[in-house]
């Protein structure tokens, strides 16, 4: 069964870089025509589509935050990984990672999410 | 982006009723919308995708319906462990979007 895990810091200051890794397990990240995603959640802005990668590097953001968003894979190590830069106190969320078959584009497994506070 | 529209946000109904959860679009999307249920501390869980197909090992008293602007999940005879949030999500085009959501509590 596939399952996705969330990390990295709970805490990151303004205007800092926000970086979370997701390790997938049950599965390998390369099997298949699948993207992998970030998907956030906050009370304000509820669910928030982040974007994408597939496992060759292509990648898809949500236009609202691609001048800030960047992701990466890494195959060897069955994980993909989110950085955000400039963070502000409005990116305070649960981020959590999922996937999606190609052309399908619903999301099916979620991690369980970590939350991500934007303090100083 | 496409603006998805959710209501009611608050639902609250005894075990064993029905509910009806609606969605609608701010374009047309055919039967490109997904629903998930949320509960408390967890993960939202695909219930079904292309408005109407029921994911695998969900409960055959959920089901959706709608094309087009127009969507709709029904709840059939509710249980305990249907007490959650649901949203739908919108798969047609980048970026991806959902609904705001419905609670729905036991009355």
């Known amino acids: 069964q596939l399952q996705l895990q969330e990390s990295g810091p709970g805490l990151v200051k303004p205007s800092e870089t926000l970086s979370l890794t997701c390790t997938v397990s049950g599965g390998s990240i390369s099997g298949g025509n699948y993207y992998w995603d970030w998907i956030r959640q906050s009370p304000g802005k509820g669910l928030e589509w982040i974007g994408n990668?597939?496992?060759?590097?292509?990648?898809y953001y949500n236009p609202s935050l691609h001048s800030r968003v960047t992701m990466s894979v890494d195959t060897s190590k069955n994980q993909f990984s989110l950085r955000l830069t400039s963070v502000t106190a409005a990116d305070s969320a649960v981020y959590s990672c999922?996937?999606?078959?190609?052309?399908?584009?619903?999301?099916?497994?979620w991690g369980h999410g970590t939350l991500v506070t934007v303090s100083s | 982006d496409i603006q998805m529209t959710q209501s009611p946000s608050f639902l609250s109904a005894p075990i064993g009723d029905g509910v009806t959860i609606s969605c609608r679009a701010s374009q047309s999307i055919a039967t490109s919308v997904s629903w998930y249920q949320q509960r408390p501390g967890k993960a939202p869980n695909l219930l079904i995708y292309g408005a109407s197909t029921l994911q695998s090992g969900v409960p055959s008293r959920f089901s959706g319906s709608g094309s087009g602007t127009d969507f709709t999940l029904i709840i059939s005879t509710l249980q305990l462990e249907d007490f959650a949030t649901y949203y739908c999500q919108q798969n047609y085009g980048v970026p991806y979007t959902f609904g705001q959501g419905t609670k729905l509590e036991i009355k």
């Open positions: 999922a996937r999606h078959i190609a052309g399908k584009n619903w999301f099916d497994p």
């Open positions: 990668i597939h496992h060759n590097g292509a990648t």
